[in-house]
């Protein structure tokens, strides 16, 4: 079974326009962590932002927010006033308590439209 | 620059070939990691190490050959690769005590297998 599953392929969002990406997780595990990368075309994997399964609040970074459902099993990234270099792969990813590695979604492709 | 550096950023061989792809990082990281990146499929992870020990393998066909030296270089030795090894090979690092923070990725190796 798949752990990340992002269902949006490709998504296109006007500059200044806030976006979500959706991504849903599957996990038994009670402590676990959720990661956000974005991958340019360059190819680097850019460190976007982190929640924590027990962090009582949704984690902001600058322009970036992580909408956290944690019944739902919901991690969506929300990116407010989207500009021309917001254009790129994002990954949704976890980490389960116990495990180093990080498990990586299949990725949404956005696009930014001037 | 993420401080994970990664050489070549292209290569293409030949099916009988022998090359390496290395990763350098100057973080001051513990761990370093290999994943492999192909079209429409998730990030695959090929091998962990942590303090330079090997601590896993993720059935990794053995035309692949991981080798660390120190915690600052990892290196993965290709021979006899097949066609549908191409891909982007991703190296990162993270530090095995702070799990709050995402991997640093490096810009990856662009590998095309003829």
């Known amino acids: 079974a798949q752990k990340i599953t992002q269902t949006q392929p490709g998504m296109f969002v006007q500059e200044k326009e806030a976006v979500t990406l959706d991504c849903t997780y599957d996990t038994s595990d009670p402590s676990y962590g959720l990661f956000w990368y974005k991958q340019p075309s360059s190819g680097e994997m850019i460190f976007l932002i982190y929640?924590?399964?027990?962090?009582?609040q949704n984690a902001t970074e600058g322009r970036y927010s992580l909408n956290f459902q944690k019944a739902r099993k919901s991690a969506n990234l929300v990116i407010s006033a989207s500009q021309l270099g917001d254009s790129a792969m994002y990954f949704c990813a976890m980490r389960e308590r116990g495990y180093q590695k990080v498990t990586f979604g299949i990725g949404t492709k956005l696009q930014v439209i001037p | 620059e993420t401080g994970v550096t990664q050489t070549p950023r292209h290569l293409v061989m030949g099916m009988t070939n022998k090359k390496s792809l290395k990763c350098e990082q100057h973080?001051?990281?513990?761990?370093m990691y290999w994943y492999k990146q192909s079209a429409k499929k998730p990030l695959e992870l090929m091998f962990v190490y942590n303090f330079k020990e090997q601590t896993e393998n993720n059935s990794v066909p053995s035309r692949f050959s991981p080798e660390c030296p120190n915690s600052s270089h990892l290196f993965l030795h290709l021979h006899t690769l097949q066609p549908e090894d191409s891909a982007l090979y991703l190296c990162?690092?993270?530090?095995?005590?702070?799990?709050?923070?995402?991997?640093?990725f490096g810009s990856g190796t662009r590998l095309t297998v003829v």
């Open positions: 990162a690092s993270s530090r095995v005590e702070e799990r709050n923070y995402g991997y640093t």
């Open positions: 929640q924590g399964s027990y962090d009582q």
């Open positions: 973080l001051g990281h513990n761990a």
